[in-house]
């Protein structure tokens, strides 16, 4: 089972930044989807982004152009820098991974981001 750490939330005003980091441990070679889903209060979760073991990325069309993901195989981890941040990017965001399509996902504790305007 991977375990998954995530660091970097906090609060911001609109239009800054923030930069997540989710350390995985276990073996995490090749994995189809690694990233971050969130989740804001009354709403379900979604996808934010994810990138997969050989590099290829996703992103939801509201964080195209403001959000990138990127990761460092050696390290096991992966980031999300988030620029231009707004209010409606207030969520608690979640590391995900999956190593296939028939395993189950692993999901971090989650940290919380908050944007006030």
């Known amino acids: 089972q991977v375990q998954l750490v995530e660091s970097g939330g906090g609060v911001v005003q609109a239009g800054g930044s923030l930069r997540l980091s989710c350390a995985a441990s276990?073996?995490?070679?090749?994995?189809?989807?690694m990233g971050w889903y969130r989740q804001a209060p009354g709403k379900q979760r979604e996808l934010v982004a994810t990138?997969?073991?050989?590099?290829?990325?996703n992103y939801a069309d509201s964080v195209k152009g403001r959000f990138t993901i990127s990761r460092d195989s050696a390290k096991n981890t992966v980031w999300l820098q988030m620029n231009s941040l707004n209010p409606e990017d207030t969520a608690v965001y979640y590391c995900?991974?999956?190593?296939?399509?028939?395993?189950?996902?692993?999901w971090g504790q989650g940290t919380p981001v908050t944007v006030s305007s």
């Open positions: 276990g073996n995490i070679f090749s994995f189809i989807a």
């Open positions: 995900y991974y999956r190593r296939n399509i028939i395993s189950t996902p692993s």
């Open positions: 990138i997969s073991s050989g590099g290829t990325t």
